[in-house]
């Protein structure tokens, strides 16, 4: 029902939420990103990609400055929400993963994990199909 896809430039986010709104549009794509380079986050509050002045490195793979124009309008249109995580989240993912199926992610591969977590725990979600 729902599916949750980090963010860091924004092309991985856009193309699977327009592909998921292409063949299944009642599946709601929920983006991801770290609390300090929350790029994505920044621009929609803005309502135009802008700077960070800062970009936090602990998720170094989506540790982005400002998203790409292109990703950033198809993240408006197709996107239905988004969530920010902090480090301590993100650890708790990479632990859950490595208890869980002995899985050793980085915290880039962590971070949808992390805000599927906290956007249960947030909107009390119960009985849905999830994935990330």
């Known amino acids: 029902d729902r599916v949750f896809v980090p963010v860091g430039g924004g092309g991985l986010a856009a193309g699977v939420a327009v592909l998921i709104k292409q063949l299944m549009p009642q599946i709601k794509v929920i983006a991801v990103e770290a609390e300090d380079s929350a790029c994505l986050k920044a621009a929609l509050d803005a309502g135009h990609p802008v700077d960070l002045p800062r970009v936090g490195l602990f998720a170094e793979g989506v ?3 400002r998203i790409g124009d292109e ?10 929400d988004i969530i920010t995580v902090d480090s301590d989240a993100i650890c708790a993912a990479m632990k859950d993963l490595f208890e869980d199926v002995r899985a050793v992610a980085e915290p880039s591969g962590a971070l949808a994990l992390a805000g599927m977590k906290k956007y249960i725990a947030q ?9 990330h």
């Open 123 to 131: 909107h009390n979600i119960r009985g849905e199909r999830l994935a």
């Open 63 to 65: 540790a982005v400055k």
């Open 71 to 80: 990703t950033f309008r198809l993240c408006q249109e197709y996107l239905d």
